[in-house]
């Protein structure tokens, strides 16, 4: 859809840390690093608390505050900090680490996706042309030179032309799968579908990084969750006349409300661990509320070493390409989800939280030995949906772009979405990927 995943993602505004976009520019990105993105950042949003070092006003994409504080959340946060873990009130301040409330990419309270943000504002130039409902079929080539793109809109096969050049915006699953029916990849891979090679690239595709998440689901004392309000007719309409009216409610916030950055490993130097805490609950996402009260929360390793790929099932396009996410596949990451299952129970177990809680549904009584907790997360860690890094920037044998974006061999091609990262940043990723859009057209804009 138009505005890509920020149209249905869970609105939560998180950029990342530092030494992720440092480590950026360590892997051959000049331009990269935290203090060469902090203004692409600052420059993109409109925060509603004003503009300061950090973050930057008068921009398309609103980040706005809850409408309102939730009893769970506050007692999750005061539970939080009984444990050590402090309060931060901005977690794209000057530190990330500690427990509060998430920002949210919210304009008085509906969502601001990018379509909203950029595309709506824009949609009246004479130089911009919007195509729906049109599949892009391929890039087209003369020699190493992107020239256009074929689409299918209708049955028909149409074609732009580009006089310049083709960005490629397709995220981190499509972007790649592109490139590789237009003939760019691993070479050996390719002539198995017999796709004629315009460059080897053996990179496209492969690092495939993604955020996996283990939820620790707990049923309240008192009917105060969201599961109460919309297994309610009565609540549901209540809410959706709040919304109308006040555009304040259940139905403005995010699918984490509180969250918490913390060290759950002994040599952690930095956060490792991401909490996103959820006022309702549900097997895994989009599967319906339980009819319980219950809330949820969520961990997810923030930097997992597993990496995983993108394969091609044929030629034709509108077949979906194969996700092999290797979850779990490298050493470590399995321990990191472990001990944050372990914190979670800590900080439920804990006033206040400890006296809104009835009984712990999930993992329920499974154990707190590392074999029960293991068992558990491999048997119910489902994807938190941020995968990156298909098309990675970098200077070495397996980068798919450089730093100014641009497809390694191929000229007036560039791609300018998730795919590029390198590694994965350490939060929800559609801040980081707003700032690659920024930078990105403003590396395009130079080159005109």
Not at 170 to 194: V, Y
Not at 350 to 355: H, M, N, R, S, V
């Amino acid at each position: 859809m138009l505005g890509g995943s920020g149209s249905v993602n869970g609105l939560v505004h998180i950029r990342g840390q530092r030494e992720d976009f440092d480590g950026w520019a360590a892997q051959g990105n000049p331009g990269w690093g935290y203090d060469d993105l902090l203004p692409y950042f600052c420059k993109s949003e409109h925060q509603v608390r004003g503009a300061d070092a950090f973050h930057g006003s008068g921009g398309p994409l609103w980040v706005s505050d809850l409408s309102e504080h939730h009893p769970l959340c506050e007692a999750f946060i005061a539970s939080a900090g009984r444990l050590g873990i402090a309060h931060n009130p901005d977690f794209n301040g000057e530190r990330q680490e500690g427990a509060g409330y998430f920002q949210l990419t919210t304009r008085r309270g509906m969502r601001c996706s990018p379509a909203s943000a950029y595309l709506r504002p824009a949609r009246m130039r004479r130089n911009l042309s919007v195509i729906t409902r049109a599949l892009a079929r391929r890039v087209l080539f003369q020699g190493r030179r992107a020239v256009g793109v074929e689409y299918e809109t209708g049955g028909e096969i149409q074609v732009a032309r580009a006089r310049r050049e083709v960005l490629l915006s397709g995220g981190a699953i499509n972007s790649p799968q592109l490139l590789m029916l237009s003939g760019i990849g691993d070479a050996a891979r390719l002539a198995r579908f017999g796709i004629a090679p315009v460059v080897h690239l053996p990179g496209v595709g492969r690092n495939l990084q993604d955020h996996l998440q283990a939820r620790v689901v707990f049923k309240a004392t008192r009917a105060i969750t969201y599961n109460d309000v919309f297994n309610s007719p009565l609540r549901t309409l209540q809410a959706g006349l709040q919304w109308a009216l006040l555009r304040r409610g259940p139905l403005t916030v995010s699918a984490g409300q509180a969250g918490a950055f913390v060290r759950v490993m002994p040599d952690a130097e930095r956060p490792d661990v991401q909490f996103h805490f959820i006022t309702f609950s549900a097997d895994r996402p989009g599967a319906g509320l339980h009819k319980f009260s219950g809330f949820t929360a969520s961990v997810c390793q923030l930097r997992p070493a597993s990496r995983g790929h993108i394969e091609l099932v044929g030629i034709d396009p509108r077949s979906a390409p194969r996700i092999y996410a290797n979850y779990l596949s490298a050493p470590g990451d399995l321990e990191v989800l472990r001990e944050a299952v372990r914190l979670a129970r800590r900080i439920a177990h804990t006033t206040p939280l400890a006296d809104l809680i009835a009984e712990e549904v999930s993992p329920g009584a499974v154990g707190n030995d590392d074999a029960a907790l293991d068992a558990f997360v491999r048997s119910t860690a489902v994807t938190i949906f941020h995968p990156v890094g298909t098309c990675a920037m970098g200077s070495g044998e397996d980068a798919v772009v450089d730093h100014l974006l641009r497809v390694r061999g191929i000229e007036s091609l560039r791609v300018i979405d998730a795919s590029i990262m390198p590694t994965l940043v350490s939060g929800n990723t559609n801040a980081a990927a707003v700032a690659i859009g920024e930078k990105g057209a403003e590396l395009v804009l130079a080159a005109a």
